[in-house]
C-alpha cells in the first residue's frame, strides 16, 4: 500500500512540468489528495488539493500556476505546473488529506533554474 509520486526534473523559469501520484494497492477514489512541497532544511507546505469530488483547491504562491486533477480510473492524482519560477525548486510530495506517515515516500525533485 503505498503513493508513488514521479514526474520532477529539470525545467528553465516559464516552463511546465506535470507530476503524477500513483496509488498502489488501495483505490484513491476514497481520499481526498494533496501536494505539498519541501525545501531542505524548511517545513514541508501543502500547495495543491483535491477532494473525493474532484473540488481542487491551492495556496497562493502556486494560484493560477499549478493545477491539480485526478483520473480514478488510472488511480492516480495529478500536479500540472505551469509558469514555473526557482522558488517553486522543491521536493514534491503526494499524500491523502489528512496525511499518513507511511505515505509520504522519497518524493519527486523539482529544479527550476536557468
Known amino acids: 500500500v503505498q503513493l508513488q509520486a514521479s514526474g520532477g526534473g529539470l525545467v528553465q523559469p516559464g516552463g511546465s512540468l506535470r507530476l503524477s501520484c500513483a496509488a498502489s494497492g488501495f483505490t484513491l477514489d476514497y481520499y481526498a489528495i494533496g501536494w505539498c512541497r519541501q525545501v531542505l532544511g524548511e517545513q514541508r507546505e501543502l500547495v495543491a488539493g483535491i477532494t473525493k469530488g474532484g473540488n481542487p483547491s491551492y495556496t497562493n504562491p502556486v494560484k493560477g500556476r499549478f493545477s491539480i486533477s485526478r483520473d480514478n480510473a488510472k488511480n492516480t492524482v495529478y500536479l500540472q505546473m505551469n509558469s514555473l519560477k526557482p522558488e517553486d525548486t522543491a521536493v514534491y510530495y503526494c499524500?491523502?488529506?489528512?496525511?499518513?506517515?507511511?505515505?509520504w515516500g522519497q518524493g519527486t525533485q523539482v529544479t527550476v533554474s536557468s
Open positions: 499524500n491523502t488529506i489528512p496525511a499518513r506517515n507511511d505515505f
